[in-house]
């Protein structure tokens, strides 16, 4: 798969964010990094489809983005919200079901094949034991896994996660990330996440959008556009970025109070 996003303006009466120019190829994990209020949902939106560009184009595998049938699109691109108080009580097997949503019949009926995804889906985010569970009774993180896991359910090419790791303890910050990773590096799936954590910039092979609300957006590979620099001007806060050599990482401290 492919996204080319070519001078792209986006927004709702006027333009939100400008001027974005990026591919996004196959394999590959990017974070979108930007102070609240810049855009990043607004540019998710485009992403997904759900925005016309008011500037620009999105090109999906050389088609323009909202030229595809939002079932087709549904079948490429998987999108994972945060992980919210949810309405109902479904089984977590049945919140991960629903990613096969895009592939069945209008009856809906699961096939043998949708059973398969479900199953792979649990079993490859290690969450097979909480297929019976009540998705209202379980902790954030394993919500977290579960959206992650109808996202994987949902068979596409391309995830879309709006802080995959926000409102989660430390461990399960980890754990999440880790299987974000594994989807990329194992699965070749291509994953486009926000965050406020500059460190997942840092993940490996990681690669980075900036958006600024006041100076053009940097984009490239994290080691390179997350600089204790770019941090100042982006957040206006003074800080540092720690190399720690012995482990191959990298971390961003903030100079504070
Ligand atoms: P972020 O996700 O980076 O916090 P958003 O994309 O949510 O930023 O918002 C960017 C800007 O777009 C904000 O100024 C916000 O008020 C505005 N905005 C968001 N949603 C709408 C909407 N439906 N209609 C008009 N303006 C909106």
Not at 81 to 90: D, L, Y
Request: aromatic share 6%; proline share 5%; glycine share 10%.
């Amino acid at each position: 798969m492919r996204m080319e996003i070519q001078d792209l303006s986006c927004g709702y009466q006027g333009a939100v964010v400008r001027n974005v120019t990026l591919n996004v190829d196959a394999g590959e994990l990017w974070c979108v990094l930007g102070p609240n209020g810049v855009g990043k949902t607004t540019l998710f939106k485009t992403f997904l489809g759900l925005l016309k560009p008011l500037g620009g184009r999105v090109l999906f595998d050389g088609k323009d983005l909202h030229r595809w049938r939002h079932k087709e699109l549904a079948k490429r691109i998987a999108y994972v919200p945060q992980s919210h108080e949810p309405p109902f009580p479904f089984l977590v097997e049945e919140v991960v079901a629903m990613g096969r949503n895009p592939h069945q019949s209008l009856i809906g009926r699961m096939r043998a094949e949708d059973r398969a995804a479900v199953d792979g889906a649990l079993s490859l985010l290690g969450i097979g034991h909480l297929r019976g569970a009540r998705y209202t009774r379980i902790s954030g993180g394993e919500r977290q896994l579960t959206l992650l896991a109808r996202a994987i359910a949902q068979e596409t090419a391309m995830l879309v996660l709006d802080e995959p790791t926000a409102n989660l303890d430390f461990g399960n910050q980890a754990r999440v990330l880790t299987s974000i990773c594994a989807l990329a590096r194992d699965l070749k799936k291509t994953l486009v996440m926000t965050t406020h954590v500059p460190d997942h910039g840092f993940l490996p092979d990681c690669k980075v959008i900036m958006l600024s609300k006041d100076g053009p957006h940097r984009a490239g590979p994290g080691q390179e556009v997350v600089t204790e620099e770019a941090i100042r001007n982006l957040y206006h806060i003074e800080n540092r970025i720690i190399h720690v050599k012995e482990y191959g990482k990298r971390t961003c401290i903030p100079l504070y109070p």
